[in-house]
C-alpha cells in the first residue's frame, strides 16, 4: 500500500484514494483488454477476475532483473512504482489545486533493507511519474520524525516497523530535533 501525507505550514494531512475514500492506496497494477492501465482498488477488484495481467508486491523485486507482460504490455518493479506513483502526482495535484506543470516534491519512505540499487531505482520511478524527489528515507526513520514533533524527548529511540511484508527495526539518537540513525537492518518477509 501507499499512504500519501502532505505538510503545508505544519498541518499535516493523509491523502484519500478512491471510492473507498480510503488513505492507503494499493500498490497494484492492472492492464485491461484495451491496454488500460488501473491502479489501487481497480486494479485489485480487476486482478482477482483475471490475475495474468495483475501485478502486485512489486516492491518486493526492486532493484531486481524481474518483469511482467499484462495484455501486451511490459513492466518492471520500477515501472510499476512509476505507475503507482503518477497516480500519487495526480491526486496531490489535484488536493492542492496545483497547475500540471507545478513541481511536487516529496520524501519517499522505503524499507530499512532496501540497499543502494533498490533506492536509486525508488528515485528514478518518483522522477519518472513527474515528482521531484528530494530524499530517499528509511520508513522506520520517518516514524521517528514524526514521532519527535510530537514528544519532547532526547535519547535513543528503538523503531520497530511490522510492516506487510517487512520486519525492520532503527535505532536513533535524538537530540532536541536532531535525529541521528545509529543503527538500522530490516528483512523481507516471504
Known amino acids: 500500500n501507499t499512504l ?21 492506496l494499493p500498490s497494484c497494477l492492472f492492464v485491461n483488454d484495451e491496454q488500460s492501465i488501473l491502479i489501487g482498488e481497480d486494479a485489485r477488484e480487476e486482478g482477482v477476475l483475471d490475475p495474468d495481467n495483475y501485478i502486485f ?14 495484455n501486451g504490455l511490459n513492466f518492471t518493479p520500477t515501472t510499476v512504482a512509476t505507475e ?21 516534491d516529496a520524501v519517499i519512505t522505503v524499507p530499512a533493507y532496501f540497499n543502494s540499487k533498490q533506492r536509486s531505482e525508488t528515485k528514478k520511478a518518483g522522477e519518472a511519474a513527474g515528482i ?23 535519547g535513543k529511540v528503538f523503531v520497530v516497523d511490522f510492516g506487510g511484508g517487512t520486519f525492520d527495526a532503527t ?10 540513525i545509529i543503527g538500522k537492518n530490516g528483512v523481507h518477509n516471504t
Open 4 to 24: 500519501v501525507c502532505t505538510n503545508i505550514r505544519g498541518k499535516e494531512k493523509c491523502l484519500r484514494f478512491g471510492d473507498m475514500d480510503s488513505e492507503m
Open 57 to 70: 508486491s512489486a516492491k518486493t523485486y526492486m532493484g531486481e532483473n524481474k518483469s511482467w507482460t499484462c
Open 84 to 104: 503507482v506513483l503518477k497516480v500519487v502526482r495526480e491526486k496531490v495535484v489535484e488536493e492542492l489545486k496545483l497547475g500540471e506543470d507545478e513541481s511536487v
Open 132 to 154: 521531484n524527489v528530494i530524499r530517499i528515507i528509511d520508513e522506520p526513520t520517518a516514524a521517528a520524525v514524526a514521532f519527535i514533533d510530537n514528544v519532547d524527548t532526547d
Open 171 to 180: 535505532l536513533l539518537s535524538i537530540d532536541g530535533k536532531q535525529i541521528n
